[in-house]
């Protein structure tokens, strides 16, 4: 193959209609074991380039890739994590983890195992037999998480899950998603308006401009997997955070 | 606890003044009793009219039960036909709201054309009051499904089936019930209309709106209200019955069911 990246993107442009464009012109190579953070102003078109990668929505011009696959055709390699977690209200805790592996044809015996030990992972074995409106944000989101592994996706795309809930539930989710990241490894792509979430997770944040959204920089984070909470207060963590923050003041004008 | 006694006293003492107050009428205006009998002559004709009444109520509440099953039924999957295919629902959907503009006192004579006077008129026109509410709310249920659930069974690869089965029944339940609750409201009266219109007697005993075309004629009044008194019972069974249901299938999970912790 001429294209080894996992992810490669081609001079990609998308508007809805006669509308403006939201993103002009994207080029962008993405390699296995990545995790890709996006950032930037409103409408600067992360969460439609993350849904693009996923195939909800049609490129407009240029071309998307996905291991050697359209991405409508790369849809099993692929999970979505939605902003809000996304429940079927109706569903217990673990029917909502077991739903895809329910869809995609599993057996009984294997779905429940795989439910089982993905509770486990993000901690919520005591809750399978909750309804998700006894949850509260964050175990919300564990679940929506714990669901979208289930299938062991090799890319996981996730737009601003932890976004609505409080700094500290954040973190602890930062920092169990990389656990969870160490075990079963997936390629990342992640939208944020966080820069501290985005320095935590990636190896790379591309920061993005608005009208049309195009990539501004791209900032490389070396630090080490797995990582822990102390990196957080660590001088070059704090630098890169400088980094990123002075990246995204710059688009911001 | 406090709050649950008041609520039943409360309505009580309300229903003695009532009762009261219809004494005094009586006594001050002298209206005839033909006219407006006591509170004590109506459950004296309750008494003896019992057999009669039992009777009538359950012929009229067969043909509520049948009326609304096919209301509910019938209803349901007219709605999923409409609910998934926007080109079907924009060339049908006028002709079922003619189907409801059409009052029952017109429909009624064509369906004792059709099916005779008796059980299967009733069912007709008892359906015909109840299925649209059931229409209506569940096509709307069917069609209100939550955007990114629906994302989330594309990334599945969901088939077709699998999101109906999975996702759009589901999703519409509580829309379908609140149709199924006012159909259930509807379905008494449905059926006592279709008694009045298109009932019929076996041994001189009808449903109930049959009998309160007999007691009517002869003027046993206190005999006519005893009819109202029985068909408000009936009412009430029917729709306890209803949110009893409603309740059973919600309760875990919907909002509308779900009390705060």
């Known amino acids: 193959m001429t294209n080894p990246s996992l992810v490669q993107i081609n001079r990609l442009g998308k508007r809805f209609g006669d509308g403006p464009w939201v993103l002009d012109g994207l080029d962008l190579g993405v390699e296995r074991g990545e995790f890709v953070s996006f950032i930037g ?115 996981l795309l996730l737009d601003e899950p932890f976004g609505a809930l409080d700094e500290m539930t954040r973190d602890k989710l930062n920092e169990d998603l990389l656990a969870i990241r160490e075990r079963d490894p997936f390629t990342g792509f992640f939208v944020t308006h966080s820069v501290t979430e985005a320095v935590f997770l990636s190896t790379r944040i591309v920061v993005l401009s608005a009208n049309p959204g195009r990539i501004a920089t791209t900032i490389h984070v070396p630090f080490p997997y797995p990582r822990t909470a102390e990196l957080r207060e660590t001088q070059p963590f704090l630098e890169r955070l400088a980094v990123t923050a002075h990246a995204l003041r710059a688009v911001r004008k | 606890m406090k709050r649950r006694l008041q609520s039943l006293i409360q309505p009580a003492l309300t229903g003695v003044g009532l009762i009261a107050l219809w004494y005094a009428a009586i006594r001050i205006t002298r209206i005839p009793r033909y006219v407006l009998p006591a509170p004590h002559e109506i459950l004296a004709a309750v008494w003896q009219e019992k057999s009669v009444l039992w009777t009538s109520a359950m012929v009229t ?51 004792v054309l059709w099916l005779g006077q008796g059980l299967p008129s009733i069912v007709a026109i008892t359906f015909m009051i109840g299925f649209f509410p059931v229409v209506a709310n569940t096509t709307m249920g069917f069609i209100s499904v939550d955007r990114n659930l629906q994302e989330l069974f594309v990334m599945c690869k969901a088939t077709r089936a699998q999101e ?71 009412g009430f069974i029917f729709v306890g019955g209803v949110n009893w249901l409603h309740w059973r299938l919600l309760h875990t999970w919907h909002e509308s069911r779900v009390t705060a912790e």
């Open chain 1, 41 to 155: 102003p409103s409408g600067c078109g992360k969460s439609t380039l993350l849904r693009l990668i996923a195939g909800l929505t049609a490129p407009t011009q240029g071309e998307l890739v996905v291991d050697g696959m359209t991405p409508a055709n790369a849809r099993e390699l692929m999970f979505f994590v939605f902003q809000d977690a996304n429940l079927l209200p109706w569903k217990r805790v673990a029917a909502n983890v077991e739903l895809p592996l329910l869809l995609r044809g599993d057996l009984a015996a294997k779905r429940q195992e795989r439910v089982a030990r993905m509770l486990d992972v993000v901690g919520l074995s005591g809750s399978a037999d909750k309804f998700p409106w006894q949850l509260s944000g964050g175990m919300k989101m564990r679940v929506s998480i714990a669901r979208a592994l289930s299938v062991a996706p090799k890319i």
């Open chain 2, 61 to 111: 509440a067969r043909g509520a039960i049948l009326g609304f099953l096919a209301a509910v039924g019938v209803g349901f999957l007219i709605a999923m036909v409409l609910g998934f295919s926007p080109r079907i629902k924009r060339s049908f959907y006028p002709y079922i709201l003619v189907l409801q503009m059409m009052p029952v006192t017109i429909l009624a004579p064509v369906f």
């Open chain 2, 164 to 234: 109906i089965r999975y996702l759009r029944i589901p999703g519409a339940m509580p829309y379908f019930l609140t149709g199924m609750k006012i159909a259930g409201t509807l379905a008494p009266i449905g059926a006592i209309v279709g008694d009045f219109l298109a009932g019929s007697a076996h041994n001189g005993v009808g449903g109930i709106g049959y009998m309160t075309i007999v007691y009517f004629s002869q003027l046993r009044t206190p005999a006519l209200f005893a009819t109202g008194l029985v068909a408000c019972l009936l």
